[in-house]
T-cell receptor, first 116, second 111 residues
Framework: GAGVSQSPSNKVTEKGKDVELRCDPI?????LYWYRQSLGQGLEFLIY????????KSGLPSDRFSAERTGGSVSTLTIQRTQQEDSAVYLC??????????????FGAGTRLSVL | GQQLNQSPQSMFIQEGEDVSMNCTSS?????WLWYKQDPGEGPVLLIA?????ELTSNGRLTAQFGITRKDSFLNISASIPSDVGIYFC???????????FGTGTRLKVLA
């Protein structure tokens, strides 16, 4: 697609429920990144994919968070048993591929998650 | 997680004024990026810098890659109301995937 697409744009859920957030990267981009942005804060790295592999999951806050990517394209970030502190904007970015000197990340508009 | 120090955290300025903000790191970077984020949107790339000392402009925006490679600066000249938003710097070492993001500078322009 023309840009990085994320869905849903807003998600309200009850504490304890599972949620799935979707990211559709720019066509042809092999690298995909998930970030979390809490209110008034900067971007917190969660995980990145090169193709379908996730070499670095070090930013995932707990084992309630997981992500997968299939077909080298769409990625899903899953949060199980959501807690109120999970409320944040979840941003996805994609880039042509890692290892390039000019590895520019392009961001989607984010999913605003509110856990009641 | 690790973050860059970005200052100021926020600023109110009058329309027409020039704005300066900077980012400092304890680590050396080979790439600096500057992004702007509007409310309810994702960050949009403004300027990318790849070489120490490099000075690059994009319209009214000018950014510089510090000589020490541990800092970067963004200047906005003759600010207008649509400049309002959050400006983020991001740094990375060559060939790596991981950008470290600054904490953001919130800019508000008073007409």
């Amino acid at each position: 697609g023309a840009g990085v697409s994320q869905s849903p744009s807003n998600k309200v859920t009850e504490k304890g429920k599972d949620v799935e957030l979707r990211c559709d990267p720019i066509s042809g981009h092999t690298a995909l990144y998930w970030y979390r942005q809490s209110l008034g804060q900067g971007l917190e790295f969660l995980i990145y994919f090169q193709g379908n592999s996730a070499p670095d999951k070090s930013g995932l806050p707990s084992d309630r968070f997981s992500a997968e990517r299939t077909g080298g394209s769409v990625s899903t970030l899953t949060i199980q048993r959501t807690q109120q502190e999970d409320s944040a904007v979840y941003l996805c970015a994609s880039s042509l591929r890692t290892g390039l000197i000019k590895n520019i990340q392009y961001f989607g508009a984010g999913t605003r998650l509110s856990v009641l | 997680g690790q973050q860059l120090n970005q200052s100021p955290q926020s600023m109110f300025i009058q329309e027409g004024e020039d704005v300066s903000m900077n980012c400092t790191s304890s680590s050396i970077f080979n790439t600096w990026l500057w992004y702007k984020q509007d409310p309810g949107e994702g960050p949009v790339l403004l300027i990318a810098l790849y070489k120490a000392g490099e000075l690059t402009s994009n319209g009214r925006l000018t950014a510089q890659f510090g000589i020490t490679r541990k800092d970067s600066f963004l200047n906005i000249s003759a600010s207008i109301p649509s400049d309002v938003g959050i400006y983020f710097c991001a740094g990375a070492t060559s060939g790596t995937y991981k950008y470290i993001f600054g904490t953001g500078t919130r800019l508000k322009v008073l007409a």
